[in-house]
T-cell receptor, first 114, second 110 residues
Framework: DSGVTQTPKHLITATGQRVTLRCSPR?????VYWYQQSLDQGLQFLIQ???????AKGNILERFSAQQFPDLHSELNLSSLELGDSALYFC?????????????FGPGTRLTVL | GQSLEQPSEVTAVEGAIVQINCTYQ??????LSWYQQHDGGAPTFLSY????GLEETGRFSSFLSRSDSYGYLLLQELQMKDSASYFC???????????FGKGTRLSVIA
């Protein structure tokens, strides 16, 4: 158990819909990272927050957005969902703001868009 | 350019030693990380090398050669539970988010 929690574990929805994925980092960790993992694209970095502020952005679609709240939990919002958005979404946390710090991954949310 | 290369699959026998290579090309370099991921599970951190040389943690060791832009993960005394995917990762430009390789799927056979 990494100490990072993600909800829900599974999500099945239809194209065009909007969903919110939730992540609680390990106690004391200030950075939260979001990743998308699909079979053909591997593990892709989406966005990082550090202590409530956006720290770095990857190839995150405009339909996707995220935020980190004062209690440091984070939410990833995916809207106008497409079939290609079906993937495993991981949240990770680390103490510091540098990406090469050890990152602790949550169990992931499996999103299926039908 | 920027690239990160590792073999897609490796098969090894239980009890043996296996080496998973990773070569990278980046504009800056902060270090090479390794993560393990079992099927259906989350990635877990194995090691981070910022300096040249070998770092050992139990049965696993990780090596880095900055001059050759090359590193490897060495797994000794292989066990069936080591069957998993192994990812190398680097920040591509200076202190930027990690970019993960496509992963090496290790199969340990009896």
């Amino acid at each position: 158990d990494s100490g990072v929690t993600q909800t829900p574990k599974h999500l099945i929805t239809a194209t065009g819909q909007r969903v919110t994925l939730r992540c609680s980092p390990r106690s004391g960790d200030l950075s939260v990272y979001w990743y998308q993992q699909s079979l053909d694209q591997g593990l892709q970095f989406l966005i990082q927050y550090y202590n409530g502020e956006e720290r770095a952005k990857g190839n995150i679609l405009e339909r996707f957005s995220a935020q980190q709240f004062p209690d440091l939990h984070s939410e990833l919002n995916l809207s106008s969902l497409e079939l290609g958005d079906s993937a495993l979404y991981f949240c990770a946390s680390s103490l510091g703001q540098n990406s090469y710090n050890e990152q602790f991954f949550g169990p992931g949310t499996r999103l299926t868009v039908l | 350019g920027q690239s990160l290369e590792q073999p897609s699959e490796v098969t090894a026998v239980e009890g043996a030693i296996v080496q998973i290579n990773c070569t990278y090309q980046t504009s800056g370099f902060y270090g090479l990380s390794w993560y393990q991921q079992h099927d259906g599970g989350a990635p877990t951190f194995l090691s981070y090398n910022a300096l040249d040389g070998l770092e050992e943690t139990g049965r696993f060791s990780s090596f880095l050669s900055r001059s050759d832009s090359y590193g490897y993960l060495l797994l000794q005394e292989l066990q069936m539970k080591d069957s998993a995917s192994y990812f190398c990762a680097v920040p591509f430009v200076g202190n930027t988010p990690l970019v993960f390789g496509k992963g090496t799927r290790l199969s340990v056979i009896a």
